[in-house]
């Protein structure tokens, strides 16, 4: 499936330090795909410690249960990191268990580790075993081929209908230590005839205790990952793990709140936020990157679910799609939140005018002002429900003929 | 705004009785459209017996504050209800409770009777003053050409997008009795530049307690007009109302599960359940009438999510429109409901041919057998989740071009 490139594509790839403590290799393995990488691996110093958030979907691939049991039951350490596309190895049966304890138990054998150390993760098609014999016969010769710098490389080998490779770095400092952290990320692309998955991997040199790293993703996450959504979909393999070598040999990180653990906080959210963003705007078929933003409401929790419903309405995406500045729309999808909304408070701002004033259209709106906001890439919604003192900031994209046609016509 | 008919549509538009005690009228008002009537009255006779449901839209107009108060602290009679097309009422601040305040008065004058008796209800675009002097001053001409079998016009004057008139019928017999009972709904067309409502209307000459009847309909809203959905979306006006003049002159019906009652529950039911579905098959763009039936789930409540999880999943929409039987989307609808799911123990049947079976692809499945039955109009999906006993059927359609065309390329 040939894709065209996402119209919000960024315009350069971006220049990817090596991350002491971790090699990446990558192969073509033929799972699905021909002429292309379909294999990825992150081979991590011994000590490096893990921390993931996964899927919360009751169908859930064998992968995503294997890592929150590693996590979960291990000692948060990680060794090796495999990645296949072309097959989720999901909803296939007992063969998706089968699947990962083979490629569990040879990379545990090659790398010499413990199995808890080992995380397989797999996007793809659903439903079809696993041809794992494919990536467990390949990665002696990828062990043998390790780089410290072929980051593309490993976002290009995630890729599924992905129009572009995800990738972001930050430097942060650490009690004046410099750390780095890298992240790759694929996005919601769909596979004829199956299922998409969002995986993100981030890697830095930092020390950091396993606690206290899992305790600032899982933080990062509420206002990055879970604040995005393309289609309402939740994949059966959503994954986002992180790996720590602790080769700055920076004065660990024992907590979040710890002395020193703020820069590398904020760069860790502020990366996790731009893979987030990428994702979005390789969403299928969109062509307008949009920000909502919901203030006023009871608290952060209200805001979000305001602000999802407006982000997942057809009817408001559609809009956007075809430059609408169509705030009757917005102000359904508030309404159908379930949160509490002040009717006779209300407003709504896009692209920074104020349409919509306590409750009603104001009375200065002039829709050309908006227009020339509407034509652009970069879509602002502000609502105010005039409740309490909840804010919240949610991104999405539009919803095109191309969404249609990337879903439902790629059989003809 | 000329739409082609939806290919839905019944071949045919119902024979309507009389209802004793019910009187029609129309006029061309010029609300917002030119050549087509939009104004709708019903006459009920005096001591007819009203109930109603209403949007729990945060963001509801001032026509559904009045008539959930009308019901609630009037006695639950009916004598006027007055529908206009055009101009929803909503989100136009003061405006909408004073314009609702006018035609309430011109109607209790006219017709002499309490101000909680009278309904407006109003549709079409959202944000602008109802011009409700234009039907106050047509009301009292109405009046005088008011017609017991106006039926399909009623229908015909209440539409915005819809692209044919909704009416069905149905005759109950309670306690040696024949009453009957007729109903029109309005769908889920939408109106540039601004948004869409579902209403519906019920009469019957059944004679019945406003407590029995609120009951009654309160119950069949749940597995009818409640288990459909076009796009997920919430309109700010949704309005189910009914009235019963007691003009059939049987032993009335003063509760729920009253000797008699039966039938004309039951009648009722299958009536809503028709009109809801007329709804979808109109719903935009729609080309497939999609029935989603969930089993095995933890309990009603349960199933329900789930089937909803699956109707409104844009990628189940958009495979179904592209006739493909993507039973991976199933599959991750369901994991994304957040309700209770057994992986191992699932199974799935699309047009009745078992695609899924305890949790992976049946052996035995041959793609071909359901290729038929995608290329159909009527497209059954069936899911058993191996928790409990709960189960439920929703109903949709499919998620096409014309849905994006409709919603977002109107200005253009």
Known sequence: MSEK????????????????????????????????????VAELAPGTIAAGVFTKSKTASANIWWGKDA????????????????????????????????????????????????????????????????????????????????????????????????????TAI????????????????????????????????????????????SGA??????????????STSDTLLIFATGKANNKPITSVTAEGAKDFKEK???????????????????????????TGAEDKRAAKVIGMAIANSPLVKTAIAGEDANWGRIV????????EANRDKM??????????KDGQLNPSYIEAEVTNHMKGQNIDIEVYVGIGNGSHIVWTCDLTYDYIRINADYRS
């Open 268 to 294: 860790l959210e502020s990366l996790m936020l731009e893979l987030a963003h990428l994702v979005v705007k390789d969403g299928e078929g969109a062509s307008k990157f949009i920000s909502i933003k919901v």
């Open 174 to 217: 650490i009690g004046g230590v410099e750390v780095k952290i890298n992240g790759i990320a694929k996005g919601s692309g769909m596979i004829a005839p199956d299922m998409a998955t969002m995986l993100s991997y981030i890697f830095t040199d930092a020390a950091i205790t396993h606690e206290a790293l899992q305790e600032m993703l």
């Open 5 to 40: 490139i996402s119209p919000l594509a960024p315009v350069s790839l971006p220049i990817m330090p090596a991350i002491s403590g971790v090699k990446l290799g990558t192969a073509s393995c033929e799972i699905k795909y021909k002429n292309r990488t379909d294999v990825m």
């Open 71 to 170: 996590i979960k039951h291990g000692r948060g350490r990680g060794r090796v990191l495999v990645v296949n596309s072309g097959n989720a190895n999901a909803f296939n049966g007992k063969c998706g268990e089968d699947s990962v304890a083979r490629i569990v138990d040879a990379c545990a054998d090659l790398w010499d580790c413990s199995r808890e150390e080992i995380f397989p993760s797999s996007t793809g098609v659903i439903g079809q075993p696993l041809p794992d014999e494919k990536i467990t016969s390949a990665l002696k010769n990828i062990k043998e081929n390790l780089q410290p710098n072929s980051w593309i490389e490993a976002a290009k080998a995630i890729m599924t209908t992905d129009t572009y490779p995800k990738a972001a770095t930050r």
């Open 347 to 356: 407003s709504v701002w896009v692209g920074g005018v104020n349409i919509v």
């Open 332 to 339: 359904m999808a508030v309404g159908k939140s379930g949160e």
């Open 221 to 234: 996450v509420e206002d990055s990952y879970n604040s995005i959504t393309v289609d309402s979909d939740t």
